[in-house]
T-cell receptor, first 116, second 116 residues
């Protein structure tokens, strides 16, 4: 079955430090890939997406992600973290469900804390 | 662009009553809307996919008679939790698909339902 794995439940980084959040997927073909960010009690905001083409995609708020087919990964990166980046981050994959319909499957999320 | 609103943002109701949650796409037409449920500190679970003018498609394990979904127009979908019980307390999030071919979804801010 298709799945999305975010191996890090919780990450703490210092403000100004670099960040990498990991995401691995299990899917037969190359899916469409997304990263979302969720602040407490809020909905999800789309950070970036990969459909095809250049494997390094740029998103909002200075985030980028790199699709690596050989590793089935789509890791999110930011060179310098700001305190406002503290939030929950979800990787998502667009897949075909058993019902034949398309849907987003989300990873379990990574909670980012930023230390001053 | 691609703004999705939800109303109410927070609702408290008594056991046995019904609650309606609205999801609106404010600046685009959404032929497909999705309803998710999120438990504390967990990821999003897709409940159902709502297509304008047709019956919603529910995921396995979601009671369609309990969670009534209506998608009467291209900008509005509603989720009604009927005969609510405390175990229905959760964070409900809707999303609307901007591009059905890419399944790019934009999310509402969520509705916190508490059943007493």
């Amino acid at each position: 079955a298709q799945s999305v794995t975010q191996p890090d439940i919780h990450i703490t980084v210092s403000e100004g430090a670099s960040l990498e959040l990991r995401c691995n997927y299990s899917y037969g073909a190359t899916p469409y890939l997304f990263w979302y960010v969720q602040s407490p009690g809020q909905g999800l905001q789309l950070l970036l997406k990969y459909f095809s083409g250049d494997t390094l995609v740029q998103g909002i708020k200075g985030f980028e992600a790199e699709f690596k087919r050989s590793q089935s990964s789509f890791n999110l990166r930011k060179p310098s973290v700001h305190w406002s980046d503290a939030a929950e981050y979800f990787c998502a994959v667009d897949v075909f469900m058993d019902t034949g319909r398309r849907a987003l499957t989300f990873g379990s999320g990574t909670r980012l804390q930023v230390q001053p | 662009g691609a703004v999705v609103s939800q109303h109410p943002s927070r609702v408290i109701c008594k056991s046995g009553t019904s609650v309606k949650i609205e999801c609106r796409s404010l600046d685009f037409q959404a032929t497909t809307m999705f309803w998710y449920r999120q438990f504390p500190k967990q990821s999003l679970m897709l409940m159902a996919t709502s297509n304008e003018g047709s019956k919603a498609t529910y995921e396995q394990g979601v009671e369609k008679d309990k969670f009534l979904i209506n998608h009467a127009s291209l900008t509005l979908s509603t989720l009604t939790v009927t005969s609510a019980h405390p175990e229905d307390s959760s964070f409900y999030i809707c999303s609307a698909s901007v591009d059905p071919m890419m399944n790019e979804q934009y999310f509402g801010p969520g509705t916190r339902l508490t059943v007493t």
